[in-house]
T-cell receptor
């Protein structure tokens, strides 16, 4: 079956750095997405990786290793507004999006 | 700005009534739109894939006669929850890809409460 694993919850301190990991086992691979979702709101797109390596976008970076079926989202200089759920999603060989359950990130002052 | 518009954002209805939710793609055509449901503290669950000009594809366990989907044009898909019950109370979100390989753009979601 297809599976995406990410930690259920993480806690970090304002101003610090946090890395949220995602491992996947899917039938084929056509890209990996990270989304941010605040409570009660729809997800918003953060990043997209289809080739191995690091994609940097301001305070957020996303890394992909296709051979390891592994990605991480790195958040730097954490702000209180970064408290949210972070969803990892993979497009399989049929271009269907497979969603992880999300990681709830709690930022403490 | 928002590329997918979803309406209404909140709706409260009585048991047994039907509710229609609209999802529009702005400034692009979407031959495919996706409808998700999300219960509190749970992840997104794909309900169905809406296909312009043809029947929607429903995920296993989703009743097609209860959740009617109509994708009448390249910019509009509607989800109608028929004969709503309190257990249908949830957050419904639509999304559409702007093109191959592009990320999904989500509507702002509809909070449905059935009393």
């Amino acid at each position: 079956g297809q599976n995406i694993d990410q930690p259920t919850e993480m806690t970090a301190t304002e101003g610090a750095i946090v890395q949220i990991n995602c491992t996947y086992q899917t039938s084929g691979f056509n890209g990996l997405f990270w989304y941010q979702q605040h409570a009660g709101e729809a997800p918003t797109f953060l990043s997209y990786n289809v080739l191995d390596g690091l994609e940097e976008k301001g305070r957020f970076s996303s890394f992909l290793s296709r051979s390891k079926g592994y990605s991480y989202l790195l958040l730097k200089e954490l702000q209180m507004k970064d408290s949210a759920s972070y969803l990892c999603a993979v497009k399989d060989s049929n271009y269907q999006l497979i969603w992880g359950a999300g990681t709830k990130l709690i930022i403490k002052p | 700005g928002a590329v997918v518009s979803q309406h209404p954002s909140r709706v409260i209805c009585k048991s047994g009534t039907s509710v229609k939710i609209e999802c529009r793609s702005l400034d692009f055509q979407a031959t495919t739109m996706f409808w998700y449901r999300q219960f509190p503290k749970q992840s997104l669950m794909l309900m169905a894939t809406s296909n312009e000009g043809s029947k929607a594809t429903y995920e296993q366990g989703v009743e097609k006669d209860k959740f009617l989907i109509n994708h009448a044009s390249l910019t509009l898909s509607t989800l109608t929850v028929t004969s709503a019950h309190p257990e249908d109370s949830s957050f419904y979100i639509c999304s559409a890809p702007q093109g191959d390989g592009s990320p999904l753009h989500f509507g702002n979601g509809t909070r449905l409460t059935v009393t």
